[in-house]
């Protein structure tokens, strides 16, 4: 899965176990930056600043993307198969 960094600064992809509730740093995003994070089926996602926390978002296969807007909300799109 794909995650594209829209907002107007650097934030923090936290995978959430969702057994225990902990989140985990993955990795961190620059503005205006995509990265990717091998994921599975069901893994849950939010992206974080020091004082923001963006919805809850989970992987739904290969080829999901998803961008994190302005609002810091993290918006799903399908990637398109060539």
Known sequence: MSITNNYQAAVNLMWLNLETNE???MKTLESGKAG?????VGHAFVAKTDNKKSNVVSCRGSGVEFALNDRFRLE???AQEL
């Open 36 to 40: 990717s994070l091998n994921s599975f």
């Open 23 to 25: 989140e985990i740093m």
């Open 76 to 78: 799903e799109s399908r």
